[in-house]
């Protein structure tokens, strides 16, 4: 079935308090969808961010944004007051997040409508008590992980004393004692969190919407997943890693991408039938109804850089699970929508890895324009099992990339699409009608290049810190006329 979608984050989305949330302007945006013939919207991953704001570090892979909690949905409940809302500074700028002050005046808001709640009795409902129980497998340990973390000013749990480090049951007891107060707190927040996304889901889904989320391979060292579970891991006995993730030296970096990720232990995974993969797994189809799998050469193979190195020169290739994993989850569930980041050099195993899953794989326009060598990205080279972008969330947007490629680039890129009149800032619609007319099944274009933005609208500049994770959709900008221009295309090449 050929389909249609779009690439916004949450965070991206319009709203009234600093970030893209749960809001009203989240279903403002799904009917527009819906008005523009879309079937799909992907998003970046919900987790709730650490240090540089990135989405793919995330202080736990199972629990949600806090930032993403529609304070205005809050007031409505009962547990804000609108004067609350309105006299915390989020940062004024409606095209951009400032992180920072989301960081110093979000949670004294939410601590508020918190109280409000206990005063309430909302924590002693049976909706309450029914998400505890649902949840807990990773829900007391990430609310216990995030308070003591606060008892430690922020610090790493690596910088924490030995016996809260080291999950030592007696100062476990002791810490959920004294900080029982904080941890009510972050179950808290994860219950709004999930009740809000779910009604949205909900909401999307009966628009005709399917939601495609997005999981990183790896998660943080910094996270209540590695702290609560130090055995999935490559961790020694302290645990501290053995080795960290990234990825090697290549054309783009001499000393190659030290991402700092713990590795799995696969063996250890394998004996215990994948389980917390799988538990895993079945929680983003509990949130989600299709997954994009990020990094998935890192399944056939990883990149493995010994702990303590100060870049990746010194790293070495690893056998990651295979097909032994996707085996146990086609095992457990059967057949799941899943698509595969494969971006990047690719190897024949991963190629055969590709094949053998079954999966997607995605095609980027964006690299296929290289007039030195013949290209997979080029339209004519696909098959119909794949997904196409313009962009991804790494990407600068069409008409910044654009303006930035090499006149021959360039040449060859006008030739392709036999289109030299093409006034050069309406020419992201070219490349957008080619990503709609091939033959992939699958298209997903990013908000930024249907608003024909150009690099002030990017989202993120790999191995860079400051700006990323920061664009904003202004109110008002997707249109009826938008819609109606995405509509009419998304009808004439068939993906209705």
Not at 334 to 356: H, M, N, P, W
Not at 381 to 388: A, K, M, P
């Amino acid at each position: 079935m050929r389909q249609n979608g779009v690439l916004l984050p949450v965070s991206s989305l319009p709203s009234l308090y600093g970030i893209g949330c749960f809001s009203k302007e989240a279903y403002d945006f799904i009917d527009r969808l819906k008005e523009a013939g879309q079937t799909l919207w992907q998003i970046l991953p919900l987790g709730p961010t650490s240090y540089g704001d990135s989405p793919y570090q995330s202080f736990s892979t199972f629990a949600g944004n806090p930032y993403f909690i529609d304070l205005v949905t809050l007031t409505a409940e009962g547990l804000l007051t609108k004067e609350e809302c309105d006299g915390a500074d989020f940062g004024g700028r409606p095209d951009r997040v400032d992180y920072g002050k989301l960081y110093q005046n979000r949670f004294g808001v939410l601590r508020r409508a918190c109280e409000n709640a206990l005063d309430l009795g909302v924590m002693q409902t049976e909706d309450y008590e029914r998400f505890r129980d649902q949840e807990s497998q990773w829900l007391s340990d990430y609310a216990l992980f995030m308070a003591v973390k606060d008892r430690f000013s922020g610090k790493g749990w690596e910088h924490w004393d030995a016996d809260i480090r080291l999950r030592r049951p007696e100062a476990m007891r002791r810490y959920r004692i004294e900080l029982e107060k904080d941890i009510v707190f972050y179950e808290f927040l994860q219950y709004e969190f999930y009740r809000q996304w779910m009604r949205l889901k909900d909401y999307a889904n009966k628009q005709g919407i399917r939601i495609i989320g997005d999981i990183p391979i790896y998660v943080a060292f910094d996270s209540a997943d590695t702290w609560g579970n130090p055995a999935l891991f490559q961790l020694d006995q302290d645990n501290v890693p053995e080795a960290v993730a990234g990825c090697p030296p290549d054309g783009f970096s001499d000393a190659g991408q030290l991402w700092g990720n713990p590795l799995y232990d696969w063996a250890y995974h394998e004996s215990e039938g994948y389980e917390w993969w799988i538990r895993r797994i079945r929680h983003c189809f509990k949130i989600y109804d299709i997954m994009r799998i990020d990094h998935f050469r890192g399944f056939d193979e990883y990149y493995s850089i010994p702990y303590g190195d100060e870049s990746a020169v010194n790293g070495s290739w690893k056998k990651g699970p295979g097909m032994s994993l996707f085996h146990a989850v086609r095992k457990e569930f059967g057949d799941l929508s899943i698509i595969a980041e494969d971006l990047g050099f690719l190897t024949d195993g991963v190629r055969r890895l590709l094949k053998e899953s079954g999966y997607p794989g995605m095609k980027v326009l964006q690299f296929a324009f290289d007039s030195r060598e013949e290209s997979d990205y080029l339209p004519h080279n696909y098959g119909r099992n794949c997904v196409v972008y313009t962009g991804t969330h790494d990407n600068d947007t069409l008409l910044g990339w654009y303006d930035a490629i090499l006149p021959e680039d360039k040449e060859m890129a006008l030739t392709y699409l036999n289109n030299r009149e093409t006034d050069e800032g309406q020419v992201h619609w070219d490349y957008i009608c080619l990503a709609m007319r091939s033959v992939a099944d699958t298209c997903i274009i990013p908000m930024q290049d249907f608003l024909g933005l150009r690099s002030e609208g990017r989202i993120n500049t790999p191995s860079t810190l400051g700006e990323n994770w920061t664009w904003r959709m202004e109110k008002g900008a997707f249109t009826k006329e938008l819609a109606e221009r995405i509509r009419k295309l998304t009808k004439l090449y068939g993906r209705g």
